[in-house]
T-cell receptor, first 115, second 115 residues
């Protein structure tokens, strides 16, 4: 199957700083990418959907100014958590889907800890 | 709005016993249905999916699931569980849009396997 990578796999940052997470599709062109957040022992919640070259569509309750999503190429999407706070600590997972495909492929996730 | 219910938060089975994990969905049309497995601190691995056609779908690792439209269910089964199957299992529903669409996940079922 298609491969999606995330970098970094884990990151610790201080409260008030920003952190960027990368999601890459390694062997296919990802026209659509999704960002999910998973709190400990909870399910995945969709944060936003991004289509290459377009602005991301955020789910209700997700602050677009806090979680900046860029999908500038068909192989890379980035999520920047701005002015991070301890409550932003979570497991962030991206997924990617190609054109004319029903499937999406998940990255391995990034664990963010804000101190 | 689409939704997924996994009524069992935690299930314990003995190695070699059969397994059934329940999943009920709500979706306005014919859904795309998925089962994923997640080991602690890891990303998601797709076990199987249903898009159309035969309502009994086979997946990896000996898993199967049956789509029952009349019951709005997509239960996951395995005839003989192995200790390595211990993990968190998520059922998800996506839109029948022809391309990768956002997924709504259930709350997950944690499977424990006793030896």
């Amino acid at each position: 199957g298609a491969v999606v990578s995330q970098h970094p796999s884990w990151v610790i940052c201080k409260s008030g700083t920003s952190v960027k997470i990368e999601c890459r599709s390694l062997d296919f062109q990802a026209t659509t990418m999704f960002w999910y957040r998973q709190f400990p022992k909870q399910s995945l919640m969709l944060m936003a959907t991004s289509n290459e070259g377009s602005k991301a569509t955020y789910e209700q309750g997700v602050e677009k100014d806090k979680f900046l999503i860029n999908h500038a190429s068909l192989t890379l999407s980035t999520l920047t958590v701005t002015s991070a706070h301890p409550e932003d600590s979570s497991f962030y997972i991206c997924s990617a889907g190609g054109a004319y495909s029903y499937e999406q492929y998940f990255g391995p996730g990034t664990r963010l800890t804000v101190t | 709005a689409q939704s997924v219910t996994q009524p069992d938060i935690h299930i314990t089975v003995s190695e070699g016993a059969s397994l059934e994990l329940r999943c009920n969905y709500s979706y306005g049309a014919t859904p795309y249905l998925f089962w994923y497995v997640q080991s602690p601190g890891q990303g998601l691995q797709l076990l199987l999916k249903y898009f159309s056609g035969d309502t009994l779908v086979q997946g990896i690792k000996g898993f199967e699931a049956e789509f029952k439209r009349s019951q709005s269910s997509f239960n996951l089964r395995k005839p003989s569980v192995h200790w390595s199957d211990a993990a968190e299992y998520f059922c998800a529903v996506g839109g029948n849009t022809g391309t990768a669409s956002k997924l709504t996940f259930g709350t997950g079922t944690r499977l424990q396997v006793t030896l």
